[in-house]
Structure formats: structure tokens, C-alpha cells
């Protein structure tokens, strides 16, 4: 079983694929649109809602995010989309040189929280909110730091 990262906008997803693609320099990209699909007569999709992204993956670093839009009609089930700090991804035991690229990427309008530095319990530590609200940390020895603590 894996878990992953998935990311939902009210539109913008393609807009924040394209800036994590660049900042966390993604391998491989897919993504596939509301509109690829046929529609049900009874529910069209407005222009808009089929150019929407429905599904999309970047892979990075042997890692996966996931990003898709959550079109109106959703919403009425899934409630509003809003920006909001409980959700964190953590970017854990890359070397410093690979967290000092994507920080710098992810922060781009963005809100540092704790520029990237080395720290007692890190080589290379630091957070950020990104332009689209969402919380990033990096942690270069979480593996080491608890391992540490942890029985």
C-alpha cells in the first residue's frame, strides 16, 4: 500500500502543475481533462469545467504528487475549495543541494517560514507556505532525527 500527496484546486490546478513540475523538476508528467470523457446529456460540463484537469501526476525524486481541479458542480458535494494549513508536505532526508533547488522553487511567490538552514537537528531545515497555500517542509535527517527518539 502507498500513500500520496493530492492537491485540489477550483481551476487552477493546471497553473500549479506547471509551477511544481518546475520547481520540484519533475520527470514525468500526465494529466487528463474533464472533457476527455463523454459527457452525460443530463449534466453537461460547461467550456470552462471540460478544460479543467480531472487527474494529473508529476513524479520527482522517486516521488508522486497528484493535482486535480474541483470543478462547481463538485463543490455542491465536496464543499468549497479553500487554502488552509492542515495539510504539510514534508520533504524528507534529500541531500541539501536537492532541498536548496525545490525550496527556492516552491517559495517563489510564496511565504518563507523558516528559510533553509542547517540546525541542531538537520543539515538542511526549513518551511514555506507556496503561492497556492500550500505548507512545505524540508528536513534533510528526519530518518536519523528519529530514529533518534523513537523506541
Known amino acids: ?29 500526465k494529466m487528463v481533462r474533464f472533457g476527455a470523457f463523454s459527457q452525460d446529456p443530463n449534466a453537461l460540463l460547461t467550456e470552462e469545467e ?31 475549495i479553500t487554502s488552509g494549513n492542515t495539510v504539510l508536505i514534508s520533504i524528507i ?18 511565504t518563507v517560514i523558516m528559510p533553509l538552514s542547517s540546525t541542531p537537528w538537520s543539515a538542511s531545515f526549513g518551511m514555506l507556505v507556496d503561492k497556492f497555500g500550500v505548507m512545505w517542509k524540508f528536513n534533510s535527517d528526519a530518518s536519523k532525527f528519529l530514529n533518534g527518539f523513537v523506541d
Not at 502507498?2 to 508528467?29: C, D, H, M, P
Not at 532526508?93 to 510564496?110: I, V
Open 1 to 29: 500500500m502507498k500513500a500520496i500527496s493530492y492537491l485540489q484546486f477550483g481551476g487552477r490546478a493546471e497553473e500549479a502543475l506547471a509551477f511544481y513540475e518546475k520547481a520540484l523538476q519533475a520527470t514525468n508528467v
Open 50 to 80: 471540460q478544460n479543467m484537469i480531472m487527474e494529473s501526476r508529476i513524479e520527482f525524486s522517486g516521488n508522486i504528487l497528484m493535482i486535480s481541479d474541483i470543478p462547481p458542480f463538485m463543490q455542491a458535494a465536496t464543499g468549497e
Open 93 to 110: 532526508d534529500a541531500n541539501p543541494n536537492m532541498n536548496k533547488q525545490c525550496f527556492e522553487g516552491l517559495s517563489e511567490g510564496g
